[in-house]
């Protein structure tokens, strides 16, 4: 079992266009109390009552009531553990509060630029493209019960934390799963393999006698004074 309480908190309001736009929720830094040397996590809570009963011990600042912050009572500790929610598609996140620039140093050539709240969570410092995601790492709080099993708090079980934190910060990635269509490239052949297959011999050509012109033969007629006759075959 695991408990964690409370370093800082801040009331965040959910963005315009998300499901639940404007609804108030807690975001804050817990810390193992069984384990020191483990770095503070994000806690998110999406309960109404407890986002209201925490407001008197946060700044004004901050989203809450008070003119100044003090430590939350250890009442308010929480019981739980980290699991993967898994979406249906993958997705980016986007920040839930504005972080300052960081000025170029000898650690951090480049520095980080201004990210303001709803900003999509980028690689390279902040200076890169949109961070892909497909798990999201929620936290689900639980209590032990009489016979020492272990019983999620209603509302806060992997699946429900999953998509209440999947709605407010988080943006799913539509894939294109529309065929595509892929010209062939014309494929120009410059030398075929030989093949065993004996290849057809083309037909021998005939060369074709080249007629001579005829010739025109003259033939002496009979003189008709010399025959006393007609002219034989003579047209008229």
Same mark, same amino acid.
């Given at each position: 079992?695991?408990?964690?309480?409370?370093?800082?908190?801040?009331?965040?309001?959910?963005?315009?266009?998300?499901?639940?736009?404007?609804?108030?929720?807690?975001?804050?830094?817990?810390?193992?109390?069984?384990?020191?040397?483990?770095?503070?996590?994000?806690?998110?809570?999406?309960?109404? +009552?407890?986002?209201?009963?925490?407001?008197?011990?946060?700044?004004? !600042?901050?989203?809450?009531?008070? $003119? /100044? @912050?003090? %430590?939350?009572?250890?009442?308010?500790?929480?019981?739980?553990?980290?699991?993967?929610?898994?979406?249906?598609?993958?997705?980016?996140?986007?920040?839930?509060?504005?972080?300052?620039?960081?000025?170029?140093?000898?650690?951090?050539?480049?520095?980080?630029?201004?990210?303001?709240?709803?900003?999509?969570?980028?690689?390279?410092?902040?200076?890169?493209?949109?961070?892909?995601?497909?798990?999201?790492?929620?936290?689900?709080?639980?209590?032990? +019960?009489?016979?020492?099993?272990?019983?999620?708090?209603?509302?806060? !079980?992997?699946?429900?934390?999953? $998509? /209440? @934190?999947? %709605?407010?910060?988080?943006?799913?990635?539509?894939?294109?799963?529309?065929?595509?269509?892929?010209?062939?490239?014309?494929?120009?052949?410059?030398?075929?393999?030989?093949?065993?297959?004996?290849?057809?011999?083309?037909?021998?050509?005939?060369?074709?006698?080249?007629?001579?012109?005829?010739?025109?033969?003259?033939?002496?007629?009979?003189?008709?004074?010399?025959?006393?006759?007609?002219?034989?075959?003579?047209?008229?």
């Amino acid at each position: 079992m695991a408990q964690y309480r409370y370093v800082s908190a801040e009331v965040c309001k959910v963005q315009d266009g998300k499901q639940n736009a404007g609804k108030e929720f807690l975001r804050a830094q817990i810390k193992n109390v069984k384990a020191l040397y483990e770095p503070a996590q994000t806690f998110m809570c999406f309960q109404e +009552d407890i986002v209201e009963a925490l407001k008197q011990y946060i700044d004004v !600042s901050h989203g809450g009531k008070a $003119q /100044q @912050a003090t %430590a939350i009572p250890a009442e308010f500790n929480i019981t739980g553990c980290w699991c993967d929610y898994i979406p249906a598609t993958p997705f980016y996140k986007r920040h839930l509060s504005n972080h300052q620039a960081v000025p170029p140093s000898a650690q951090n050539p480049k520095g980080r630029p201004e990210i303001k709240a709803g900003e999509f969570v980028r690689d390279n410092d902040g200076w890169g493209n949109p961070i892909v995601y497909k798990a999201l790492r929620v936290f689900c709080q639980y209590y032990v +019960d009489d016979d020492g099993s272990k019983v999620w708090i209603r509302g806060c !079980s992997p699946e429900e934390a999953g $998509q /209440q @934190a999947f %709605a407010a910060y988080c943006v799913g990635i539509t894939e294109n799963l529309q065929p595509q269509t892929v010209e062939q490239p014309e494929v120009i052949t410059y030398m075929q393999a030989p093949s065993t297959q004996p290849q057809p011999q083309p037909a021998p050509q005939v060369q074709q006698p080249v007629q001579q012109p005829a010739q025109l033969q003259f033939v002496q007629q009979p003189n008709p004074a010399q025959s006393g006759g007609q002219f034989a075959g003579a047209p008229f």
